[in-house]
C-alpha cells in the first residue's frame, strides 16, 4: 500500500489551504482557464508577461487539493522566470507526476514542486496536478481558450483515464 | 397484477447477507491490498455467480444469431433470447413481452423515445416537462429533442432535501405538455419520487410519463401497470446484470404509433427501394443483432432477484442506510446531502475544506470503492451550490460492517485535513 502522506504532504495541505498568489490580476496582459470535468477542478490563471518574463501571476479557482496545492506551487515556481524556464520547469514536473512509482525526481530543478511527487503513486490524480501546467502553457501560448484534461493528449500515456 | 410468490419461493428466498455475498465472486477479492468495500453500487452493481455462468453458457453451449438461422442452434438461441424478454416483461409486470424493448441500456432507451416519439408529436411551442434532479440521460436527449423541434422544456423544481415540488408540477402542465420524463429513483440523492403521483397528475393533463427506472430496478419491485407508467427505461447492469443490455417497456399503443428509431436488419417486414415496411414490435425497435448474450445475463439476474425477497431487500437496505446516516453523522463537518423523507440507500455527502476527489482517493487506499463527482447530475450540484459530492450507495449484498468502514475511512480523511 502507498502512503497517503507521501500525496498529501504538509506542503500540498498547506498550500491547499492557503495558496499562494491568490488573486485576480487587473493588469494581466495573459489569462487561460483551465478545467477538469472529471472531477470539476477549475482554475483562472492571470498572468503578466513582460520582454518573455513572467513578471507578475495569480489565480483563482476551486477544486481538489492536489490541482489547487500545485497551482499555487505553479505560481510560486515561475514568477520572475522566463517562458523558456517556466517550460523546462513544466517538462521537469510532467516527468515526475509521470514517471510511474519509481521514476526520478530532478529535485534541484524542481524545489518545493516535488512536494508534488507522491501524484506518481497515483495515476488518476496526474491529470490534477497537471492541469495548471497546461492551464500556463495555453497562456503563455497565448491562445486564451480554455484548456481541458478530457481533451489534451499530452497526460497520455499515462494518464489511465485515457486507457 | 403482479403474481403472488408461492409459500415454497417465499421460505426458500434468502434473507442471509452472509449467504448472498457468497453469489457474488467479486466480493470476497481485495483492492490496494485491502478487503473490497463496494459501494459504488449506483453506478454498477456486481454480478451474481448465476449471472456470469449464463454468459459462459451461451457463448459456450447456444451461440447463434438469432431469428435467421433454420438451423437447430439458431433457434436455440432465439428461444434463449425471447425467454429473457419474458422474464423481463415478468419482472416490470408489462401487459405483453412486445412491450419489452432490449436496447443498449436506460440511455439508449430515453434516446429512443425523445428521438421517435419526439419526431411525431413535438411540435413548435409544445412543451417537455423534466426534473430538476434528472441524470443527464434524462435531459440531454429531451433538449436535443425539444431544438429540433422548437419546443420548450419545462424543469420541476425541487427543494433543499431533495425532493420535487408537485404543486409547481400542476402549474406546469397543461395542454401544450407534450410529455413528462422523470427519474424513479434519484442516482446523486437517493430520493424516491412520488412517481404514481406525477403519473396521475400528467395523465390527467393529457401528458404521457417516461419513468427513468434506472436506480429503482436493484432496490424495490416495479409495476408498469399499476404506475401506469407510459415509458419505462432500466440498465441492465445496474441491476445486477451484464453492460451494454437495458430495456424500454412503452405501452403498446405507442410503441406503434411510433417511427422506428433505427433502420437495418431485423426491423423490416419487407424491403424493396421504393418502400420499405416495418416489422411488427418489438423488432420494429431492435434493428441489428442484439447483445444477445446480454439479454440472457439480464434474464439470469432478474431469475436471481426473484430467488430473493424484495422485503428482505428493502428491509437490509433501509437499515443500512439509517445506520450510515447516523454513523457519518458523528464525523466532524460532514453534510448529507440528499435528506428526502422517501430515499433509496444512497448517501452523498460532502466534508467541509475537503474536495470529493480527495475523499475518494484516500477512501480507496483503503479498499473502500465510492464515487465523487457530480455523478452526471450537474444541474443538481448547481442547484444545491456545491462543486460535487462523495456519494457511497449499497446493495442488498452491503453490510453494517461495511458501513464501519466507510465511516473509518472518512474519519481518516478528517485526520490527514486536520
Ligand atoms: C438515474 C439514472 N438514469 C440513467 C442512467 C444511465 O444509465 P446507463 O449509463 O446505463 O445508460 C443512470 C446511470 O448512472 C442513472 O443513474
Not at chain 2, 430515499?343 to 483503503?366: N, P, R, W
Not at chain 2, 470503492?369 to 449499497?394: E, N
Request: charged share 20%; net charge negative; aromatic share 6%.
Amino acid at each position: 500500500m502507498v502512503d497517503l502522506r507521501e500525496l498529501y504532504q504538509q506542503v500540498v495541505l498547506d498550500h491547499n489551504r492557503s495558496p499562494r498568489n491568490f488573486k485576480q490580476l487587473p493588469n494581466a496582459n495573459r489569462t487561460a482557464e483551465g478545467t477538469n470535468p472529471l472531477c470539476g477542478d477549475q482554475i483562472t490563471l492571470y498572468l503578466v508577461v513582460t520582454n518573455d518574463v513572467i513578471e507578475d501571476v495569480g489565480f483563482q479557482g476551486a477544486g481538489c487539493a492536489i490541482s489547487q496545492a500545485s497551482a499555487s506551487l505553479m505560481t510560486a515556481a515561475v514568477k520572475g522566470k522566463t517562458k523558456t524556464e517556466a517550460d523546462a520547469l513544466f517538462h521537469a514536473f510532467h516527468a515526475m507526476v509521470t514517471g510511474g512509482p519509481n521514476g526520478a525526481i530532478d529535485e534541484k530543478a524542481l524545489g518545493k514542486l516535488a512536494a508534488l511527487s507522491g501524484v506518481r503513486q497515483f495515476p488518476v490524480r496526474v491529470k490534477c496536478a497537471n492541469l495548471p501546467w497546461h492551464t500556463l502553457h495555453e497562456a503563455l501560448a497565448g491562445s486564451g481558450d480554455t484548456v481541458s484534461t478530457e481533451e489534451g493528449g499530452s497526460d497520455t500515456p499515462d494518464d489511465p483515464d485515457r486507457r | 397484477m403482479r403474481q403472488v410468490s408461492t409459500p415454497l419461493v417465499a421460505t426458500r428466498a434468502r434473507r442471509d447477507v452472509a449467504t448472498v455475498r457468497q453469489d457474488f465472486p467479486v466480493l470476497s477479492g481485495t483492492a490496494n491490498g485491502r478487503p473490497l468495500v463496494y459501494l459504488d453500487n449506483a453506478a454498477t452493481s456486481q454480478k451474481p455467480r448465476a449471472v456470469i455462468e449464463s454468459l459462459v453458457r451461451f457463448y459456450q453451449t447456444e451461440n447463434a444469431n438469432i431469428h435467421r438461422g433454420v438451423h437447430e442452434l439458431s433457434q436455440r438461441a432465439t428461444l434463449a433470447y425471447e425467454a429473457a424478454r419474458a422474464k423481463l416483461q415478468r419482472f416490470l409486470n408489462a401487459g405483453d413481452p412486445h412491450e419489452v424493448i432490449f436496447v443498449r441500456g436506460a440511455t439508449e432507451a430515453i434516446n429512443l423515445v425523445a428521438s421517435s416519439f419526439g419526431r411525431i408529436r413535438f411540435r413548435p411551442g409544445d412543451e417537455v416537462v423534466v426534473s430538476a434532479m434528472e441524470h443527464h440521460s434524462n435531459l440531454v436527449p429531451w433538449q436535443i429533442a425539444c431544438e429540433i423541434a422548437g419546443a420548450r422544456l419545462r424543469v420541476i423544481p425541487m427543494s433543499d432535501a431533495g425532493e420535487l415540488d408537485l404543486d409547481a408540477l400542476r402549474d406546469m402542465l397543461g395542454d401544450r405538455t407534450r410529455l413528462v420524463a422523470v427519474v424513479h429513483v434519484s442516482n446523486s440523492l437517493g430520493t424516491i419520487n412520488p412517481v404514481t403521483e406525477i403519473v396521475r397528475m400528467a395523465h390527467d393533463a393529457g401528458a404521457p410519463v417516461l419513468v427513468d427506472g434506472a436506480q429503482a430496478a436493484p432496490h424495490m419491485p416495479i409495476d408498469v401497470q399499476e404506475l401506469d407508467a407510459d415509458f419505462y427505461a432500466l440498465s441492465g447492469h445496474k441491476m445486477f446484470g451484464p453492460t451494454g443490455i437495458g430495456v424500454l417497456y412503452g405501452k403498446a399503443k405507442l410503441l406503434e404509433a411510433m417511427p422506428p428509431y433505427q433502420g437495418g436488419g431485423e426491423m423490416i417486414r419487407s424491403v424493396t427501394f421504393e418502400k420499405t415496411t416495418y416489422a411488427p414490435l418489438p423488432a420494429k425497435f431492435e434493428a441489428g443483432t442484439p447483445h444477445i448474450a446480454g439479454a440472457i445475463g439480464l434474464g439470469a439476474a432478474v431469475d436471481y432477484l426473484r430467488g430473493l425477497s424484495w422485503e428482505w431487500i428493502q428491509h437490509h437496505e433501509h437499515d443500512l442506510l439509517e445506520y450510515a446516516t447516523e454513523q457519518l453523522r458523528f464525523v466532524p463537518g460532514l453534510r448529507i446531502v440528499g435528506t428526502a423523507a422517501r430515499k433509496a440507500a444512497v448517501i452523498s455527502f460532502v466534508l467541509e475544506g475537503v474536495h470529493a476527489h480527495d475523499i475518494g482517493t484516500i477512501l480507496d487506499q483503503s479498499g473502500i470503492a465510492i464515487r465523487t463527482g457530480h455523478h452526471c447530475t450537474q444541474p443538481v450540484m448547481d442547484r444545491l451550490g456545491i462543486p460535487a459530492t462523495a456519494r457511497a450507495s449499497f446493495a442488498f449484498y452491503n453490510t453494517r460492517e461495511e458501513v464501519d468502514a466507510l465511516v473509518r475511512g472518512v474519519q481518516e480523511v478528517r485526520a490527514v485535513f486536520g
